[in-house]
């Protein structure tokens, strides 16, 4: 079975993924901000030894004994945290199973954040599939819980329920048309996030955001992802009258994304950089119908394995910038086919 990430699911011209991630903390532990080595050290023995009962094929590693190439490549699809994947705590760890759409960071900023994943907009299908795996493993411990908040965390904006859901869109007709900063806005004023590809404090690449809630308390599981449902839904419709609009202009259209395909099927060498962006007009041309040589899954895998660390993954050994460089518009000619 392939990877939920190399897949095509609901909405995919404009939504790339869905996430859901819930934080929880055991309660006979201190926060990670303030506890000490041995604490950690428990609470990661407590999960490795419950992960059988939990089933879902999830394993255990620690994260000190992932390299540094496959905990990048994670990051890059967006299944841990940049700052996890830096964590110098030893007694950091990861759940995750072989099509890697269940991963729980385990002595992250909380003891436990729990996330599933899936391609294009499936927020309903994720919650279930989280608040059984959440209920599953409360069998096994207790955790830090209180009448009057809910779920206690070490942020107090995920004190609540905990649970952070977050969809990842691709907005280029935004963008070319000028409406970007309009949307942001909009998103922001109605208690959402939007924010760049890898979250708080990043830039867009590709014209890739993600949008997320920024609240907890108060408000239910259901409700939050309804919230954002509606929001993204929006979201979508006007990037697609932004679609609609340059395609007024068809020749423009053409010879952008024709152009795109054309440089990044030809380069001896290419960065990461320039490929996010050519990809996103490529990416626009197959959507559109525009590029007939590439489908959605060739897209997926372009997007996928020219990233810098999936890139060596891909080729089986470490490169250096220059070698990436290469190697990347070699994988891309393979791609393609």
């Not at 905990?71 to 760890?93: Q, R, T």
């Not at 907005?171 to 890898?198: A, H």
């Not at 404090?201 to 014209?207: I, L, T, V, W, Y």
């Not at 919230?227 to 952008?256: H, S, W």
């Amino acid at each position: 079975m392939s990877n939920w990430y190399l897949q095509n699911g609901k909405e995919s011209d404009v939504v790339l993924s869905s996430r859901i991630r819930i934080a929880r903390n055991l309660k006979k532990y201190p926060f990670p901000s303030v506890y000490r080595k041995e604490d950690a050290k428990m609470i990661s023995d407590e999960i490795e030894n419950v992960t059988p009962s939990l089933g879902y094929g999830l394993k255990f590693l620690k994260l000190k004994d992932i390299d540094d190439v496959t905990k990048m490549s994670l990051v890059e699809k967006h299944i841990i945290s940049p700052d996890f994947a830096l964590s110098k705590n030893e007694y950091a760890g990861l759940l995750i199973n072989e099509e890697e759409n269940i991963c729980f960071m385990i002595n992250e900023e909380d003891h436990i954040r729990m996330q599933v994943f899936a391609t294009g907009l499936e927020l309903d299908n994720l919650l279930k599939l989280a608040i059984e795996i959440d209920e599953k493993l409360e069998n096994f411990v207790v955790y830090a819980y209180s009448e009057k908040y809910g779920f206690l965390t070490s942020c107090p904006t995920n004190v609540g329920t905990g649970l952070r859901a977050s969809v990842m869109v691709h907005l280029p007709g935004l963008s070319m048309t000028g409406n970007i900063q309009k949307v942001l806005d909009v998103v922001n004023n109605f208690g959402m996030n939007i924010r760049g590809i890898y979250g708080e404090g990043s830039k867009s690449q590709g014209d890739i955001y993600q949008i997320s809630n920024n609240q907890s308390l108060g408000i239910t599981e259901e409700e939050t992802i309804q919230k954002i449902k509606k929001i993204t839904e929006k979201v979508i419709e006007q990037e697609r009258m932004a679609r609609k609009v340059l395609g007024k202009n068809t020749i423009d259209l053409e010879d952008m994304v024709y152009r795109a395909y054309g440089l990044i099927s030809n380069a001896r060498k290419i960065s990461s950089n320039e490929c996010r962006n050519l990809l996103s007009q490529i990416k626009l041309g197959t959507d559109l119908g525009i590029i007939k040589e590439l489908d959605d899954s060739k897209v997926n895998k372009l997007n996928l394995y020219t990233m810098p660390a999936n890139l060596q993954k891909y080729v089986g050994k470490p490169l250096n910038g220059y070698e990436r460089d290469i190697k990347r518009a070699e994988v891309i000619k393979q791609i393609i086919g």
